[in-house]
């Protein structure tokens, strides 16, 4: 809708489906669709071709995008009839917040790609909802920027932050404590990025968005960051003569538009090209360890919620490690191509973590009704990723807050229409997994 939506309240369901027929009476029909085939045909007209590769595209042969669809197909609701649903509630607990819904908009690098400054939008739409955004580490502006539109928009509107675990470990302690300081209510470490995976969409036009300066203001922004680019540049002695292209100064172009700073200065100065280097170099560890995540506790009082998690062996030494939470993710099938879909992955997850550590879950999440079967099958809060992006590429951040107000209205018309009153009493009782 064009106003900015409220936060979610008992009945959000049926208060968004009559906005949207009443604006219908008068002509006037949701700027973004309300399926997610629609929105995402549409995204995809309204996109580049290098943003649709980044944001769209998966790793190899996308089976394990198809998996993570497939594993939500294989459970099917059975409704209940003859129960009072007049009255329904959303509200969950995470982290010591009262939530009004179990969403949560996760983080999704380069969105500078779709829009500039997206992340700032996006906050603002999550901020507009009273769901957390989870601020990317590969984000296209500074995490204190988007606080403070978040900010702006509701005082102390909820936000958690995605650590990409540098190697250098001072930048670490750099990001950490820049989380703390914007208010970030968890620390999100994602742990299956340590190297991109094989993306053929991307490979095939030849785009990776950080070469050309996109998703990295969070580096860029960062004082020990431009402290480790001053040092290399301190350290530097000439080096091979740069092959000058067409494509070279279109990059380099792109390089200063990103950059801090006068887009003229930025064109011959060498700080803005020494960035994009410095963070290819260092912006993720290979080598990242269970030993590593030992003496992260020490490093931050954030709760500690660790991202990628697909084996139940491995919930099982987080919660035993002491992490607060886990994302179970397959980062959306992006990174292992024939990979176990998310849902598949959960429904083995969520018994072994037992209550232990909250659990979260992404991946092919596109409907309510999606994160009914996520709830049911023992997620604490469920995570949405493409389609809030598509949201944003058509209409900003009133797009992204009304794909993601779609959701929670779609969930809470499909929980009381399955005999349910709270997303609390969901289990797999409302569930039957059908092949």
């Not at 939530?99 to 507009?128: F, H, N, T, Y």
């Not at 380099?252 to 538009?257: F, V």
């Amino acid at each position: 809708m064009d106003d900015a939506a409220p936060l979610p309240t008992p009945g959000a369901g049926r208060i968004r489906q009559n906005d949207i027929y009443t604006a219908g009476i008068h002509g006037r029909t949701p700027r973004v669709p309300t399926d997610f085939a629609e929105l995402e045909r549409r995204a995809h007209d309204a996109m580049s071709d290098r943003a649709w590769a980044y944001i769209a595209g998966g790793a190899g042969e996308g089976t394990t995008m198809t998996s993570n669809r497939a594993a939500l197909d294989r459970w099917a609701i059975v409704p209940r009839v003859l129960r009072d649903v007049s009255v329904r509630s959303l509200g969950i607990e995470l982290f010591g917040r009262r939530l009004p819904a179990p969403v949560l908009i996760s983080p999704v690098g380069a969105g500078g790609l779709v829009r500039r400054r997206a992340d700032v939008e996006i906050g603002r739409a999550a901020a507009e909802l009273g769901v957390p955004y989870i601020f990317s580490n590969q984000g296209s502006a500074p995490m204190e920027d988007v606080a403070a539109e978040m900010d702006r928009v509701r005082t102390g509107a909820p936000r958690w932050f995605q650590l990409y675990w540098s190697t250098d470990d001072d930048l670490v302690d750099s990001f950490l404590g820049r989380a703390s300081a914007v208010g970030a209510d968890a620390v999100v470490v994602t742990l299956d990025t340590t190297m991109l995976g094989w993306r053929p969409q991307d490979l095939n036009i030849g785009s990776l968005p950080f070469a050309r300066g996109e998703g990295i203001d969070q580096y860029t922004s960062d004082p020990r960051f431009r402290e480790i680019v001053a040092e290399r540049l301190r350290s530097a002695v000439g080096g091979d003569r740069p092959e000058v292209s067409l494509g070279a100064i279109r990059t380099l172009g792109s390089i200063a538009r990103n950059a801090p700073g006068r887009f003229l200065r930025n064109l011959t100065a060498p700080e803005p090209r020494a960035s994009v280097q410095t963070f290819l170099d260092i912006y993720s560890r290979p080598s990242l360890n269970w030993d590593d995540l030992a003496g992260l506790r020490d490093r931050t009082s954030l709760p500690i919620v660790l991202k990628g998690v697909l084996h139940p062996d491995d919930a099982r030494r987080a919660v035993d490690a002491g992490v607060d939470g886990i994302v179970v993710s397959n980062h959306g099938g992006r990174q292992v191509d024939g990979a176990i879909g998310s849902i598949d992955a959960l429904a083995e997850i969520a018994p072994a973590v037992d209550g232990r550590a909250k659990v979260l879950v992404d991946s092919g999440i596109r409907t309510g009704a999606d994160v009914l079967k996520a709830l049911a099958l023992g997620a604490d809060a469920a995570c949405i990723g493409r389609p809030h992006m598509y949201g944003l590429a058509l209409a900003g951040a009133d797009g992204a807050r009304d794909v993601v107000a779609n959701i929670i209205a779609e969930l809470d018309l499909t929980l009381g229409l399955s005999g349910y009153t709270a997303v609390a009493d969901l289990d797999t009782d409302v569930l039957r997994k059908i092949g």
